[in-house]
């Protein structure tokens, strides 16, 4: 029954702030979101969403990233889940370093300072966040840890010491990732970069690579098991080597997918840094070669093998001898073949190869057909020509199928000697040293009689002296620290010097997880007892940029523990949800960027709930959203509603079976949405169920007031705290069981058909809901409207979507 034309009663002004604060108290005060490891009736749901940079406040991307999450994890706590929502600081890091050479304040200082700010505003935000379980990576307590892990690995081989080449900053003395070289020059201080090979300490991940590319048991975007099948990129085919004339016991070893072609191969390309190129290069290409080979280190990885960059080379003047079609074959260097991949080294096939054809047309080489679609031989070809087929000017394999002829050159290469069957990876192990101050120091030291000698655990951890100093200079700082670099051997007792390279900051985030259970712990990385109860993680959240390095390495780490006895299971999450990226100015939002939009202000005008309710009602949590202002005055009226609604006198009426409807309707629409992670929809019922019960009276809308709160409190959790109170209800809110629906209420008694005739609309029909597929037919011919379309025409076909939608095909009638 509507209600129109009553008085407006008084009813005092929704403030947020002090409402926020009280409850904020209130909560801290009784414990309400401190999780039990254990409680009696709830099933334990782990709920853990990516932990942030301390990189001094909480920007608007933080609240769309962690609100939504902390909705979902209270709707499961309702639910009747025992949820934990734990929250932590990935504290180290290179934007420290920068800060403490900008601002003159040590790393740490300038981490704690921005923690501190960052937890006052994560309060704020009104998440359930269980504080007693809180981790910083760059205390010793926890990185300790990753210490013990490292040596673990060690221990089992799969950590280890070797060359690699990396990009080095002269002036600032460091290496850089290939992200942070831009157009050949360190993207901090724009000198031009140089290629170097360093010992580096590395983590096996290759060992797993097969089992990484199996999801068997756990729901993760595709999208996410595409990036990360693409990454390791697990290619079946042959290794072959072809020896370097003139240079006797030197061959150039290389892998191909497709060994069929190998009588097509008519030059062969090395990396720039192949240890081969100095010792095979002809001495009147010499100057040629060494002035390619150092403009070649000047360039990232990326960008030598960006798509569409232009392919250039050099030839050495040495040759190989292909040993299948005996022929000698020109030795190239060019720019787009990567040392870190493969060999190094690549057969050139220009016929059925677009770089290779590029790279040939481009510098006259010769260009062979051996593969054709249907065994047609053709003197030249316009392009490469990549498929399956026959085998042509290929020996004694020509006329046989490419498929066959793949198994069988490489059983040749294998009886040869030269090779055989193989299978590669795109994959590399894992590259952890770092260059840097501000991170986890590596276990090790080196000693002049014992060599390489690893920390006993019982000495860790070592800890990161503090009074290292920071400057424009550039360098690692820890290499500076005298007292911490001098040191004794564990063996001999001899002097020794410590390693002083870093670990990635990826090490710290590949098993954070499992610390948060209980991060006192100091007898262990984690408490298998409490483990036991809570892992693995139930559900995990956080964005999809982080598919390919912090996802895949804690999905290594967590296998290499099982392995070690550990952990007692495969995986570290069964569930995985990737919210979207929230953008401003058309730019991912980063104070490095400049582009950050703080939620302060927002939260002193309009209060953290309406904050809340914004980033939700932003469009789809799952594609992110550009962050825009206006839409938050909306939200704003509508919690202001619900203020008035709930503590509006009661209005007398009867019972309203339609208001009834559509309240199981709201709870029905907004549960499956909150499971769905399509928070904006859910936003948009509530919206539509407080206008239903503004206009309404009697019991029905007393009930489906409380209801709306109910819903609401995930979403909105202080002013949903406040007004349940207010109405008497019993404490808290957010430990009240969430509120169930009835689907045969909630079914719609009549749906909407839309007919169309050809593809246009024509008509609509509200006919009952369940109406079958033969009903809806007659219905739709015998619509007026329809009718009129049909006239002169004959019915080709009617196609019926059950409850939506009727399509009527014609065509001109006969005669």
């Known amino acids: 029954m509507a209600v129109k034309n009553m008085p407006r009663e008084r009813i005092e002004k929704y403030v947020p702030r002090p409402i926020e604060d009280k409850w904020a108290n209130e909560w801290a005060r009784t414990g309400l979101h401190e999780t039990p490891n254990e409680l009696p009736g709830k099933p334990n749901f782990y709920f853990l969403t990516m932990y942030p940079y301390p990189s001094g406040q909480v920007h608007v991307g933080h609240w769309y990233a962690t609100a939504p999450a902390d909705c979902a994890a209270r709707f499961l706590r309702m639910r009747g889940n025992n949820v934990l929502f734990p929250m932590g600081f990935d504290a180290f890091g290179l934007p420290a370093e920068n800060a403490a050479i900008r601002n003159k304040m040590h790393p740490a200082e300038w981490t704690e300072s921005n923690m501190a700010h960052m937890r006052s505003q994560f309060r704020a935000m009104g998440a359930m966040i269980d504080w007693r379980r809180e981790v910083v990576t760059c205390y010793p307590e926890y990185y300790r840890w990753n210490q013990w892990l490292f040596l673990k690995l060690l221990e089992n081989g799969l950590a280890y010491r070797a060359n690699a080449p990396v990009n080095w900053c002269p002036k600032d003395r460091t290496v850089l990732a290939n992200e942070q070289v831009i157009g050949g020059r360190c993207e901090r201080c724009e000198t031009p970069v140089e290629k170097r090979a360093l010992e580096q300490w590395f983590f096996r991940i290759t060992k797993y690579a097969d089992e990484l590319l199996s999801f068997e048991g756990i729901d993760w975007p595709e999208r996410v098991r595409v990036m990360q099948t693409n990454w390791i990129g697990r290619s079946e085919g042959a290794e072959m080597a072809f020896p370097v004339e003139g240079h006797e016991g030197a061959e150039i070893r290389f892998f191909t997918t497709r060994p069929d072609t190998v009588f097509g191969a008519t030059f062969v390309v090395l990396a720039p840094e192949h240890p081969l190129v100095a010792k095979i290069t002809a001495p009147d290409r010499r100057e040629v070669v060494e002035a390619y080979v150092e403009r070649a280190a000047r360039e990232s990885e990326i960008e030598r093998s960006a798509e569409g960059a232009d392919k250039t080379g050099v030839a050495t003047g040495a040759y190989a001898r292909n040993v299948f079609t005996d022929e000698l074959v020109p030795i190239w260097i060019a720019d787009y073949v990567l040392a870190s991949y493969g060999t190094g080294a690549i057969m050139a096939v220009p016929g059925h190869d677009e770089?290779?054809?590029?790279?040939?047309?481009?510098?006259?080489?010769?260009?062979?057909?051996?593969?054709?679609?249907?065994?047609?031989?053709?003197?030249?070809?316009?392009?490469?020509?990549?498929?399956?087929?026959?085998?042509?000017?290929?020996?004694?394999?020509?006329?046989?199928?490419?498929?066959?002829?793949?198994?069988?050159?490489?059983?040749?290469?294998?009886?040869?000697?030269?090779?055989?069957?193989?299978?590669?990876?795109?994959?590399?192990?894992?590259?952890?040293?770092?260059?840097?101050?501000?991170?986890?120091?590596?276990?090790?030291?080196?000693?002049?009689?014992?060599?390489?000698?690893?920390?006993?655990?019982?000495?860790?951890?070592?800890?990161?002296?503090?009074?290292?100093?920071?400057?424009?200079?550039?360098?690692?700082?820890?290499?500076?620290?005298?007292?911490?670099?001098?040191?004794?051997?564990?063996?001999?007792?001899?002097?020794?010097?410590?390693?002083?390279?870093?670990?990635?900051?990826?090490?710290?985030?590949?098993?954070?997880?499992?610390?948060?259970?209980?991060?006192?712990?100091?007898?262990?990385?984690?408490?298998?007892?409490?483990?036991?109860?809570?892992?693995?993680?139930?559900?995990?959240?956080?964005?999809?940029?982080?598919?390919?390095?912090?996802?895949?390495?804690?999905?290594?780490?967590?296998?290499?523990?099982?392995?070690?006895?550990?952990?007692?299971?495969?995986?570290?999450?069964?569930?995985?949800q990737n919210q979207g990226m929230i953008v401003f100015d058309s730019r991912k939002m980063s104070k490095s960027r400049g582009n950050v939009v703080g939620p302060d202000e927002y939260v002193a005008r309009y209060g953290a709930d309406t904050l809340r309710m914004f980033t939700m009602f932003m469009g789809p949590w799952t594609q992110g959203a550009d962050w825009d202002s206006a839409g938050i005055d909306g939200v704003s009226r509508f919690l202001h509603g619900v203020w008035r609604l709930a503590l509006s006198a009661r209005v007398p009426g009867e019972r309203d079976e339609a208001l009834e409807r559509d309240i199981h309707r709201a709870v029905q629409k907004v549960t499956t949405d909150i499971e769905h992670y399509h928070f904006n929809t859910a936003v948009a019922a509530l919206m539509v169920l407080r206008s239903r019960l503004a206009e309404s009276a009697g019991p029905t809308r007393d009930e489906g007031i409380r209801t709306l709160l109910l819903l609401l409190a995930p979403f909105a959790p202080f002013i949903a705290e406040e007004l349940w109170a207010r109405r008497g209800g019993t404490y808290s809110v957010h430990t009240q069981p969430w509120p169930t629906y009835d689907p045969d209420i909630a079914k719609a008694e009549e749906v909407v058909l839309v007919v169309q005739v050809d593809g246009k609309v024509r008509d609509r029909l509200t006919v009952a809901a369940g109406v079958s597929e033969d009903a809806a037919r007659s219905a739709a011919l015998a619509s007026e409207k329809v009718q009129e379309r049909l006239r002169g025409r004959e019915v080709v076909k009617v196609i019926v979507v059950p409850g939506r939608l009727v399509s009527i095909v014609t065509r001109p009638a006969a005669g």
């Open 355 to 576: 770089r290779d054809f590029a790279f040939a047309q481009k510098y006259g080489l010769d260009i062979r057909e051996v593969i054709s679609p249907d065994g047609t031989e053709h003197a030249s070809l316009a392009e490469p020509y990549m498929g399956e087929g026959v085998m042509v000017r290929s020996g004694e394999l020509t006329g046989r199928r490419s498929e066959d002829g793949k198994r069988a050159v490489a059983e040749e290469a294998k009886r040869s000697a030269i090779g055989g069957p193989s299978v590669t990876y795109r994959l590399r192990d894992w590259l952890i040293s770092r260059q840097r101050y501000w991170g986890t120091p590596i276990p090790i030291v080196y000693c002049d009689r014992c060599g390489t000698v690893p920390v006993p655990y019982e000495h860790l951890p070592v800890v990161l002296p503090r009074d290292a100093e920071f400057t424009v200079e550039g360098g690692n700082p820890l290499a500076k620290v005298d007292a911490f670099v001098r040191t004794t051997c564990p063996n001999c007792a001899g002097p020794a010097r410590r390693e002083t390279d870093t670990m990635d900051t990826f090490v710290d985030s590949s098993w954070y997880m499992y610390r948060y259970l209980d991060p006192k712990i100091a007898t262990a990385f984690m408490d298998k007892e409490i483990g036991r109860k809570w892992l693995p993680v139930s559900q995990y959240t956080g964005g999809i940029e982080h598919a390919i390095l912090h996802l895949l390495y804690m999905r290594f780490v967590c296998k290499a523990l099982r392995d070690l006895g550990e952990l007692w299971f495969d995986e570290p999450a069964l569930r995985l």
